[in-house]
């Protein structure tokens, strides 16, 4: 599955962004989807991630409660709404793919993902 990550920006601190992620159509939900993120100088770190059929969601404990992932299968789409954004939130975020079999999963591990996405910037100013 091909993937394009929409809706990156500059946003001050406190403010929100919704970022999007559109993949191809074929077998989109037979994907669990994953957001992750990639400061300068450090590594890919995990942000969130959604089952295939969407009920199940798993969040880093740096965004808990503050973000949420969301899919949309019949429009083969994966948001990633951000609120409460703070200056630690500056990274390069990137949408993941993995094929799985059971829908209930979701993986938090950049290594797990198959397909990955160009990635879009955020930046949160102070």
């Known amino acids: 599955v091909q993937l394009q990550a929409f809706g990156g920006g500059l946003v001050q601190a406190g403010g929100s962004l919704r970022l999007a992620c559109a993949g191809s159509r074929r077998n989109f939900n037979q994907h669990a989807m994953g957001w992750f993120r990639q400061a300068p100088g450090k590594e890919r770190e995990f942000v969130a991630a959604?089952?295939?059929?969407?009920?199940?969601?798993g969040y880093a404990d740096s965004v808990k409660g503050r973000f949420t992932i969301s899919r949309d299968n019949a429009r083969s789409t994966v948001a990633l709404q951000m609120n409460g954004l703070k200056s630690e939130d500056t990274a390069v975020y990137y949408c993941a793919a993995i094929y799985v079999r059971r829908p209930e999963i979701v993986y938090d591990t950049p290594n797990d993902y198959q397909y990955w996405g160009q990635g879009t910037q955020v930046t949160v100013s102070s």
């Open positions: 959604i089952s295939r059929n969407g009920y199940n969601t």
